[in-house]
């Protein structure tokens, strides 16, 4: 059971192949088994899971079932989870337990999905291979000395090792796709405001977007159906009516205009990777695309951009983490001042703290105009450079990541080298595009991903050209050794 | 830009974040190394460019002023470090 599809899931449930008991049984045993190589979860309450799948059992035994009514599905510890701890990854929430569900997670549960339990991720999203947990780093399934990519690295080394069928992630700056690329999984960030941020625990409020990450564009478009939608409770949602993300799955490409920014082709891109997009976009040739040059002249600006607003945002964000409401407070406090420095000096980790200075100087008097106001400048150029492609193309395609899955230990200690991962991804966050990563091939077995860009709101467009790539290619069939080397 | 250890120290007083003395040295050459990398913004003619705060320009949507929420105060607090009598409990801040 632990092989297949959402898709072919939800017909087992409905034809009473087994029931979501067994299915839930199946996923618990196998992180019972296997997690202790890859450390995926943070947590997995199973008594929850349980009577879920007992609930959802009787739903589909009275014919009301939709189609992820009793799949177990893996949450990013970052989304709130009433009365079910949740850590984003750091200390200062480690002993925070919800008293109310994120919108995402009441989507879900309506429509009778399994909460499976909470992955592991970089503390509050921030880092790009999860070695920034407060709950130690999570190892890539397709070679433990390696990282999964980050910050939703968990979601990613659970789907790939087949621990869960899917799971939800969020992307800041390439937070779902980068870990997905590395795991050799698919994984899509909608366009901003699609998906509801109420209950996703906020890092930069103007570039956060939750999304579904699962081993096919078919699963992701589920997944996404359910999670998609307007929330009155988060004012940045979109009110655009949603669409079956389904529904254009199986369209033929033909005549459909892949642009290529001839700057994700060039210096930094790694020659084994370049090998696998070339291949993968002859692939997509022969299926009916067209092939077009294009240009994104300010993409080299998205790195120093990104690096002054995601912390603007992330150091007033995270100014609500005090030790007065909620989560970590320091022992023994000689006077409220002491209170907040030491509650955030111990429950914060160091780049988090890296990020709140960064942020904090940006934003304080006399450097706002230079640095956060020149910023959101940039951001509207290179905002405008997409604008501009997609007068041409329909859809932009190339790299998800500059190079496969590093050493753990490799970049740990060089927050520039870090950062330097996103250099295709974060782009797409400033300007709000839908963004997928998609199976396509593998260097030395590491898998590469390959990135699909899409207008605004065209998300059935880029799930549309996964499925008709994995229809052609079997790079998202193929399962990690540590995974499946034993008996099943 | 280079940034001197005092400025990160009033950077981290704003922030509300104790940095131990040992590591002062080496929060300051990181930060320091993350500004030159950022440094290459000032560079960029962005004269007439309105500033994009939204990537979808969206402005603030506004609802009746009308109350809509019940009260979950016992809820939130419950999760809390200290409280009493309905009250969040800090070190005294007034002798």
């Not at chain 1, 699963?219 to 359910?226: H, K, V």
């Amino acid at each position: 059971m632990h092989d297949k599809s959402v898709a072919q899931l939800g017909e087992g449930l409905r034809d009473k192949q087994f029931s979501s008991l067994e299915l839930s049984h199946c996923f618990l045993d196998r992180i019972a088994r296997l997690d202790g190589a890859y450390n995926s979860f943070i947590s997995v309450d199973e008594d929850a899971v349980l009577a879920a799948a007992r609930a959802a059992d009787e739903r589909l035994a009275a014919g009301t079932a939709t189609a992820l009514t009793g799949i177990p599905i893996a949450h990013k510890d970052i989304f709130c989870t009433n009365g079910m701890r949740t850590s984003c990854g750091s200390r200062m929430l480690d002993n925070f337990v919800p008293p109310y569900d994120a919108t995402l997670i009441t989507k879900f549960n309506r429509d009778g999905a399994v909460i499976l339990g909470k992955t592991n991720m970089d503390e509050f999203a921030m880092g790009s291979s999860n070695e920034s947990s407060y709950y130690g780093p999570v190892r890539n399934p397709w070679d433990t000395t390696l990282v999964p990519g980050g910050s939703s690295g968990g979601s990613a080394a659970a789907v790939a090792a087949m621990l869960a069928p899917a799971a939800t992630g969020t992307d800041t700056g390439g937070s779902i796709r980068q870990p997905a690329a590395f795991c050799g999984i698919t994984g899509i960030k909608p366009t901003y405001g699609r998906v509801s941020r109420l209950g996703m625990i906020a890092f930069a409020s103007s570039l956060d977007q939750a999304g579904p990450m699962a081993r096919s564009a078919e699963d992701c478009a589920l997944l996404l159906n359910s999670m998609a939608g307007h929330d009155p409770l988060d004012s940045t949602s979109s009110e655009l009516a949603t669409q079956d993300y389904c529904s254009q799955l199986g369209d033929s490409l033909q005549g459909l205009r892949i642009g290529l920014p001839r700057e994700y082709f060039g210096e930094g891109l790694a020659a084994g990777t370049a090998s696998c997009i070339e291949a993968a976009l002859k692939e997509l040739e022969a299926l009916g695309a067209t092939l077009v040059d294009v240009s994104l002249p300010h993409s080299h600006l998205s790195i120093p951009t990104y690096y002054v607003l995601a912390p603007a945002e992330a150091s007033t964000n995270l100014s609500r983490f005090d030790g007065v409401r909620y989560g970590h407070r320091c022992d023994n406090p000689v006077d409220l001042h002491d209170l907040y420095t030491r509650t955030r000096e111990e429950g914060f980790g160091a780049e988090v703290k890296r990020r709140i200075l960064v942020g904090t100087y940006a934003l304080s008097a006399g450097y706002y105009d230079a640095y956060y106001k020149k910023a959101q400048q940039v951001r509207r150029l290179i905002k405008q450079d997409f604008t501009s492609c997609f007068e041409q193309v329909d859809v932009i395609a190339g790299p998800t990541t500059p190079g496969p899955a590093f050493a753990l230990g490799a970049k740990s200690d060089d927050p520039l080298a870090m950062y330097l991962e996103d250099v295709y991804t974060l782009a797409v966050n400033l300007a709000g595009l839908p963004g997928m990563s998609v199976p396509a091939g593998f260097v030395a077995d590491k898998p590469v991903g390959l990135q699909l860009i899409g207008p605004h709101f065209a998300e059935a467009r880029l799930l549309n050209v996964g499925h008709r790539f994995q229809q052609a290619t079997d790079w998202h069939t193929r399962r990690p050794a540590s995974a499946t080397g034993e008996a099943v | 830009m280079a940034i001197e250890q005092n400025e990160i120290e009033k950077i981290a007083e704003l922030a509300r974040i104790r940095i131990a003395p040992d590591q002062i040295g080496q929060v300051t050459g990181r930060i320091t190394e993350i500004l030159g990398m950022v440094d290459q913004l000032q560079a960029v003619d962005t004269r007439d460019i309105e500033p994009l705060a939204n990537p979808l320009d969206a402005v603030q949507r506004l609802r009746p002023d009308e109350v809509t929420e019940e009260n979950h105060r016992e809820a939130f607090q419950a999760i809390a470090p200290a409280v009493e009598n309905g009250l969040y409990l800090v070190p005294r801040v007034v002798e």
